[in-house]
C-alpha cells in the first residue's frame, strides 16, 4: 500500500462513522454494536444498575451476559450504574509496522462507548467496545471527574461461557509464564493465564488475552460456577491490584473469534488496541539473527561468572564473532560479562554492575572486532529481579552500552519477586518493565526481555520492545529435571502463548548430546529445529548451538537464509498439539518460506501451494527428515532435495516423530 491508498482509507474513516448510525441501535437500557461485517455483535445490557455485556457471532451465543464493574477498597465498589449516554464510531486505516509477521495492517472496527454513572453516587465510567471482523475489545475509561484517584483491589469482568469448553492453559502460579501447557475443560482450571485458547464445543477457537497493558496489573482468569472466567487482577504485596491516578484507561480486554486455530495466529486486533509508535525514525531498528555466549553455560560448559571457564571472554567472543561473520549472522549476545555473577546471583542482584566488565572481557576491543566484520555484540543485563538497584543504574547502563555502539540488550529478571517483594507482573512490574523499555529507546536500544510481564502488543507503540520470553523454551531442554520440552510443546504455544506477540525461543540445536544433564535434552529431530524458525515468530532469532555443531552441516544453510521479517503469514494448516504448517513471505524478497512440524507422532501432509504468486515458478529447497529419523534414536538424519513447484501443486511431506520439515521457496 502506498501513501495515497493509506489516505483513501483515512478518508473511509470518517464516511463510514456517519453511515454506520444506520447500523446501531440503543433503546434505553440495551444497546448493540456490530462488526464491520456485521457477523460479530455486542449487546450491552442494565438491569437493576448491574450492567452486563454479551457476544454473538452470526446468532450464536460467544459470550453470555457477563458481569462488568469494580472492586475498591474500604468495602467500596463501583458496579452500580445509570446509563447516561452512548457514542458511535467507525474506525478504518491500515498502517505499515517496522518490523513484524505482516508489512500492513488493517485496525477496522465499530466502536460503541456506554456512559455510566454511579447510581446514587457522582462518579464516572466510560465502557468502550471495538468491534473488528475477528473479535472483540474493551476498555474502562474513568474520564476527568471530581474525584481524582481510585485504589482497585478487583475488577468484576467476566466472560461467561455458553458451554463448559476445553482450553489449552498455564497456571498463574508460575511467574516467569515457563510452563507446559495443559488442555482441559474450563471447569478444570484453577486460576490461568492469558492468552487463553479456548475450543468450543461447535469447533470454533477462542483466545481471551488483553491489550495496551500500562500502569495496571495483569489480568488472570479463575473459573467460577464451571464455565465463567472472572477476571484476576496481580496484586501488589499488599493486596490492592491497581492505583489509579483520574482519568485512566484500563487496559483493552480482548476475544478473538476464529473458525480454526490460523485465524487467532493472523488477527492483529491485540496490535491493534495499542497506540501508533512514539519512535518516529524506527530505522535504527533491524531485524536479524543472533548466536551467542549462552548455551555452552545452560549446558555447564562455561561459566556466567570469572573464573578458569568464564564464558564472555574477549577470546572467544572473537570466535563467535567469527562464525557470525562467516555465516550472515548479525549479533553476538555476550552473557555473563558485567561483575555480580558469584554465588547464588539470583539472590544478590544488588550487587550487578552493569558498567563493570570482567577483567578478561574488553569491552572496546570486542566490539571495535565485531564491527570491523559486520557484527554487532548483543548486551545483557540480568538484574536478578533486583529493579531498584537497575532503574539506580538505567541511564548509566544504556549510555555505556550505546557508546560501544550495542542496540540489543536482552535484559532477565530471575527471581520470582521484583525487589523479594513484588510479582513481575503487579502495576510495580508493569511500571518497572516500561520505565526500561522508554529509557532504552532514549539510547536507541531495542529490548529482549526474558522473565518480562506477558506481553500485550506494546511493541505498536515501543517498536524498541522486539522480543520477550515468557515462555517454556530451549534452556528447559538444556536443565530441566523433567527431560525438557515434550515434542507437542511448539505444535500449542504459536496458538497460546505466541498470540501475545513475538517469542524468543532460542531453538536451533543441531547436537542432540547432552552430557551434562543426560536425561534431559532437545526432544525433536534436526529439521524440526529448522522449521521452528518459521513457525515461531521472533524478529529477533537466536541460532543457540555451539558453532562448532553447524560447522559444515548442509542444514545450516537453512538458518542462513531464513530471514526474521515478514510481508505476510498464513497458517496453512494446523491442529492444536498435533501439528502445524506456516507459511511466510520474506519483507524483502519474493521467497516464500516454509515450516511444518509434527508432535511425538510421525505424518505425512500435503501442503497446498495456493500463497505462492499464481503465474510464477519457485525452486524449492527442501530440508526434510531423513527416512530413517526418529526424535529418540535418530534425531539428525535428515535429507535435501530440490523441486521446481507452482501455486497450482500440492507438496507432499513426510515429518518423523517430533519431526518438521523446512522449504525456501525462491521465485524464478
Ligand atoms: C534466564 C534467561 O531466560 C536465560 O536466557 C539467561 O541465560 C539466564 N536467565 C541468565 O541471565
Ligand atoms: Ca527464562
Redesign the pocket.
Known amino acids: 500500500m502506498n501513501m495515497k491508498q493509506l489516505t483513501v482509507f483515512k478518508q473511509m474513516v470518517y464516511f463510514l462513522g456517519i453511515l454506520y448510525s444506520f447500523f446501531a441501535c440503543c433503546n434505553n437500557d440495551s444497546m448493540t454494536v456490530k462488526s464491520p461485517d456485521g457477523k460479530i455483535e455486542v449487546k450491552v445490557s442494565a438491569n437493576n444498575h448491574r450492567v452486563s455485556y454479551a457476544v454473538n457471532k452470526e446468532n450464536k451465543e460467544v459470550i453470555l451476559p457477563s458481569k462488568l464493574g469494580f472492586v475498591l477498597e474500604d468495602g467500596d465498589s463501583l458496579n452500580r450504574f445509570t446509563i447516561t449516554g452512548t457514542q458511535y464510531a467507525s474506525f478504518d486505516e491500515t498502517w505499515e509496522q517496522p518490523w513484524g509477521e505482516s508489512r500492513f495492517v488493517r485496525n477496522h472496527y465499530n466502536e460503541l462507548k456506554v456512559l455510566l454513572q454511579e447510581a446514587g453516587g457522582n462518579r464516572k465510567v466510560n465502557i468502550i467496545f471495538r468491534l473488528f471482523n475477528d473479535g472483540v475489545g474493551y476498555r474502562y475509561e474513568f474520564p476527568q471527574q471530581e474525584v481524582d484517584s481510585l485504589v482497585i483491589l478487583t475488577e468484576e469482568t467476566e466472560f461467561k461461557m455458553p458451554y463448559v469448553h476445553d482450553a489449552w492453559w498455564i497456571p498463574a502460579s508460575d511467574p516467569y509464564y515457563e510452563c507446559i501447557t495443559t488442555r482441559s475443560a474450563i471447569s478444570k482450571l484453577d486460576t490461568v493465564r492469558t492468552p487463553l485458547t479456548i475450543e468450543t464445543t461447535d469447533g470454533k477457537y477462542l483466545a481471551i488475552h488483553e491489550a495496551n497493558l500500562t500502569n495496571y496489573p495483569k489480568m488472570n482468569l479463575t473459573v467460577k460456577d464451571s464455565a465463567t472466567l472472572c477476571a484476576s487482577l496481580v496484586p501488589w504485596s499488599n493486596g490492592v491490584a491497581a492505583y489509579v491516578k483520574i482519568p485512566f484507561s484500563t487496559p483493552w480486554r480482548t476475544l478473538i473469534i476464529g473458525e480454526k486455530p490460523g485465524d487467532l495466529v493472523t488477527s492483529y486486533l491485540m496490535l491493534n488496541l495499542n497506540e501508533p509508535s512514539k519512535i518516529e525514525d524506527t530505522s535504527w531498528l533491524k531485524p536479524g539473527k543472533y548466536i551467542g555466549i549462552?548455551w555452552e553455560?545452560?549446558l555447564g560448559k562455561g561459566t556466567?561468572y570469572y573464573g578458569p571457564n568464564h564464558g564472555a571472554t574477549t577470546t572467544n567472543l572473537k570466535k563467535y564473532i567469527d562464525f557470525a561473520a562467516a555465516n550472515g549472522i548479525s549479533g553476538v549476545l555476550a552473557?555473563?560479562w558485567n561483575e555480580g555473577w558469584e554465588g547464588d546471583w539470583t539472590k544478590h542482584g544488588n550487587e550487578l554492575d552493569f558498567t563493570k566488565p570482567y577483567p578478561d572481557f574488553n569491552i572496546k576491543e570486542i566490539t571495535d572486532y565485531a564491527r570491523e566484520k559486520g557484527v554487532s555484540m548483543i548486551g545483557?543485563h540480568?538484574t536478578a529481579a533486583a529493579t531498584l538497584n537497575y532503574e539506580r543504574q538505567l541511564d548509566k547502563a544504556f549510555a555505556f552500552y550505546q557508546k560501544y555502539g550495542v542496540n540489543i540488550v536482552?535484559t532477565?529478571y530471575?527471581n520470582p519477586l521484583m525487589d523479594f517483594k513484588e510479582a513481575h507482573d503487579s502495576q510495580y512490574g508493569v511500571r518497572h518493565y516500561r520505565k526500561v523499555i522508554e529509557t532504552a529507546a532514549k539510547y536507541h536500544i531495542a529490548i529482549d526481555n526474558?522473565?518480562p510481564v506477558m506481553p500485550t502488543g506494546i511493541e505498536r507503540t515501543w517498536p524498541n520492545l522486539m522480543t520477550q520470553?515468557a515462555i517454556r523454551?530451549q534452556?528447559h531442554n538444556a536443565w530441566s529435571p523433567d527431560g525438557g520440552n515434550p515434542p507437542e510443546h511448539t505444535t500449542v504455544v504459536p496458538f497460546t502463548r505466541g498470540l501475545a506477540g513475538p517469542m524468543d525461543f532460542?531453538f536451533g540445536t543441531f547436537n542432540f548430546k547432552n552430557e551434562v544433564y543426560p536425561g534431559t535434552r532437545v526432544n525433536t529431530t534436526l529439521c524440526k529445529q529448522l522449521a521452528l524458525f518459521v513457525v515461531i515468530y521472533s524478529p529477533l532469532q537466536m541460532a543457540s548451538d555451539l558453532p562448532e555443531n553447524y560447522e559444515g552441516i548442509k542444514a545450516f544453510d537453512f538458518i542462513k537464509d531464513v530471514p526474521t521479517d515478514w510481508d505476510k503469514t498464513r497458517v496453512v494448516d494446523a491442529e492444536i498439539g498435533n501439528y502445524s504448517i506456516f507459511a511466510r513471505k520474506d519483507r524483502n524478497s519474493s521467497d516464500w518460506y516454509v515450516g511444518c512440524i509434527t508432535d511425538e507422532n510421525a505424518r505425512e501432509l500435503d501442503i497446498s501451494l495456493d500463497f505462492l504468486d499464481a503465474d510464477a515458478k519457485y525452486i524449492a529447497q527442501i530440508y526434510a527428515d531423513g527416512d530413517d529419523a526418529d526424535w529418540k534414536t535418530n534425531p539428525t538424519s535428515f535429507k535435501y532435495e530440490e523441486k521446481t513447484l507452482t501455486a497450482s501443486e500440492t507438496l507432499h511431506v513426510k515429518l518423523a516423530t517430533s519431526g518438521g520439515c523446512a522449504i525456501r521457496f525462491i521465485k524464478q
Request: glycine fraction near 18%; avoid cysteine.
Open positions: 549462552w553455560m545452560h556466567w552473557e555473563g545483557h540480568e536482552k532477565g530471575v526474558h522473565e520470553e523454551g534452556e532460542t
